[in-house]
């Protein structure tokens, strides 16, 4: 079995790569389906976040072609996208992954969202049945190496959002937050994040627009806010000194005229933009009009590096941990590789024992049941040295490199190769039922 990732992320990407790749939350159910029926993928889940797209697939050899996925899915030249993508096969994929639940691949390393965010798309992948065996051992092994980190360091302590990181940036612009209107753009977990963060820092009034009033008012109720109806916002959007944006919408949702009005009824007084959306809410037009700032997700990482120094030593002890892990993953995956190795052999075995007792018999007439129980222990004992020394090799090799060669060598010589390739293909039949049923 091979795992293989391939992605984009805020270190290999700029913003204008990584949405055109993004995947909404409304379509990822079916993305994932599709990425479960392309030739070669076994098991498949995707990760779409503001900071990263990743594919992560089960395959048998290695086998599936994921850029022709990217580009089949988005309609696109995956070649145009090289020098931005990244890929991964079974130790580096399983590593890259136990990092990324661990946050030691993010933006703001230690911060907690992203965990959540594979959770969600862990969540995603096994509603649609995409996510079953191996795949679900290894990202389930993922979430506790995590959980391990945060225990064991102190990498999360005073950890940081990019919600939090972007209220950073906004007492900086204003010096104070103390009575300054604030309006959030969208309803989900990024924009609850920075209103926390918000109010915790002195803002005064909140207003929250989302394109379903109900999601609105529940937010704006936590924090005793007021929701109004999307199609007020260009018309109240002046009002606001700070409007923390971050829907799900295709396109920009505040241009260059909208910019220009809003400045033209605040009689030129600043207003400051964060996007924290992918794709952009604001059109980077806007950020050149006078009077309007206008600062998107990877200008946070500005304000992101004042909080990596202090946490270098913690995420070195972090690393430290994900590579002991990893190590140890392998190790289990590996000895569990041998298993039906040693299971064939020992059915192998067993039924000859049984059909050259079955033939003496026929030969020695009725036995006492005494003479019965001596042969039985007597061809017991001759199979169990027979067997000694192959199944203690097999597991000896499952730690070492050349587990693979020792066990197809194995199956070689007692002839399991013929059964094997039976089971893998009635395995390869249940799973494809079972998926149908789900």
């Not at 996510?131 to 290894?138: G, K, R």
């Not at 969208?186 to 009033?213: D, P, Q, W």
């Not at 009725?366 to 199979?383: K, N």
Request: hydrophobic letters at 40%; a neutral charge; one cysteine or more.
């Amino acid at each position: 079995m091979t795992f293989q990732l391939i992605g984009v992320n805020h270190r290999t990407a700029p913003l204008e790569v990584r949405e055109r790749l993004a995947i909404s939350e409304a379509k990822l159910p079916a993305a994932v389906q599709q990425l479960a029926q392309h030739p070669g993928v076994e098991e498949g889940m995707i990760v779409s976040t503001c900071n990263r797209v990743e594919l992560l697939a089960r395959s048998r050899n290695g086998g599936a072609d994921l850029r022709a996925f990217l580009g089949e899915y988005f309609k696109i030249d995956p070649g145009q996208f090289d020098q931005h993508l990244y890929e991964y096969l079974d130790k580096d994929a399983i590593r890259h992954l136990f990092r990324v639940t661990a946050s030691l691949d993010s933006m703001v390393v230690g911060e907690p969202q992203v965990l959540g965010q594979v959770k969600e798309a862990y969540a995603v992948a096994r509603a649609v049945g995409t996510v079953n065996s191996q795949l679900d051992a290894l990202v389930t092994r993922a979430f506790a190496v995590a959980k391990k980190v945060r225990t064991e360091t102190a990498v999360g302590s005073s950890a940081v959002s990019v919600a939090s990181v972007a209220v950073d940036l906004a007492k900086k612009i204003f010096g104070s937050l103390s009575g300054k209107t604030v309006m959030l753009v969208g309803a989900g977990k990024m924009c609850e994040l920075a209103a926390r963060h918000l109010l915790a820092h002195g803002a005064g009034s909140i207003f929250v627009y989302n394109r379903t009033l109900e999601r609105a008012q529940k937010l704006a109720q936590k924090f005793g806010g007021h929701a109004l109806p999307w199609d007020q916002l260009y018309d109240s959007a002046d009002k606001a000194d700070i409007v923390i944006t971050s829907t799900g919408a295709p396109v920009a949702i505040f241009r260059r005229e909208h910019g220009e009005k809003f400045l033209a009824r605040r009689r030129n007084r600043p207003m400051f933009f964060i996007d924290i959306a992918v794709p952009r809410d604001v059109d980077p037009e806007v950020n050149k009009l006078d009077g309007i700032f206008v600062y998107d997700i990877d200008d946070l990482q500005q304000v992101v590096a004042t909080h990596v120094a202090d946490r270098h030593r913690e995420a070195q002890r972090a690393e430290d941990i994900v590579n002991d892990e990893v190590e140890r993953y392998l190790a289990r995956m590996q000895t569990l590789d041998v298993v039906p190795t040693i299971v064939s052999l020992q059915e192998h075995l067993e039924t000859i024992r049984q059909a050259e007792i079955d033939r003496v018999r026929g030969r020695l007439g009725q036995l006492t049941p005494e003479q019965d129980l001596a042969i039985e222990a007597m061809s017991r004992g001759i199979i169990n040295k027979i067997m000694h020394t192959p199944i203690t090799t097999l597991k000896s090799a499952a730690r070492e490199e050349q587990g693979t060669t020792v066990i197809d060598v194995v199956r070689r010589l007692f002839n399991l190769q013929h059964k094997q390739d039976k089971e893998e293909k009635q395995e390869k039949v249940e799973s494809a039922a079972n998926g149908a049923q789900r």
